[in-house]
């Protein structure tokens, strides 16, 4: 049995995406590349991280990736606007992503769903570290760390509202910007705390 997935998240950098990945399983990477292999048993998550930054396919790939996914978002005919328009925030947020490819044997339908908990777990659990969303298979279903639908097709969603993470102000940013600029933004994440 094999499936995929894409984990979209904040942090622009594939190399400290990947650093989280090996703290969060407590594994160590060795080498410059930008995968890492988790296995057990049968089971087996092959994830690779790229930002639209990195040279060559890859960066192309997450370039085109992360523009599609707040694309389909922003398209979505939903009566949802808010969650809509938070997860839209949050994808616009997004730097680089991770995509999971993973496999496993099977006998049975059983322990087909067995295994199939068993792999996806450890990615929400990535989502999670990552302050990311998740989406698997033909990746019109938008997921939350805890694995409930944020936004499909359908424009559907499990969830009365969606806040995402909030992200820092870049140090950078905050720098060059102005007093007010940074005041309007908390403003507005209180504005959008207080609101749930």
């Known amino acids: ?15 400290k995406v990947l650093d989280r990945v090996e703290e969060l399983f407590h594994i160590e990477h060795v080498g410059d590349r930008n995968n890492i292999t988790l296995a057990q048993d049968d ?48 994808l616009r947020q997004c730097k ?3 995509q999971a490819v993973y496999s496993f044997d099977s006998a049975s339908p059983a322990e087909t769903q067995k295994k199939e908990k068993q792999v996806t ?9 990552l302050q990311g969303v998740i989406t698997f298979g033909d990746g019109m279903t938008l997921r939350d760390s805890k694995g409930q639908v944020i936004l499909d097709k359908a424009g559907k969603s499990e969830l009365e509202y969606y806040m995402p993470s909030e992200v820092p102000v870049p140090g950078s940013w905050a720098e060059d910007a102005l007093p007010e600029y940074i ?7 209180a504005l959008l705390r207080d609101r749930h």
């Open 121 to 129: 777990e450890p990615l929400y659990d990535m989502t999670e570290k």
């Open 43 to 90: 089971m087996e998550i092959i994830l690779l991280a790229a930002c639209p930054e990195d040279e060559g396919e890859n960066g192309e790939y997450a370039k085109n990736q992360l523009e599609g996914v707040a694309g389909y978002v922003y398209q979505n005919q939903t009566e949802l606007v808010e969650i809509k328009r938070n997860l839209f925030y949050h």
């Open 183 to 189: 005041e309007r933004r908390d403003r507005s994440m």
């Open 96 to 98: 680089s992503m991770i």
């Open 1 to 15: 049995m094999k499936g995929a997935a894409m984990l979209f998240c904040p942090e622009p950098d594939p190399r």
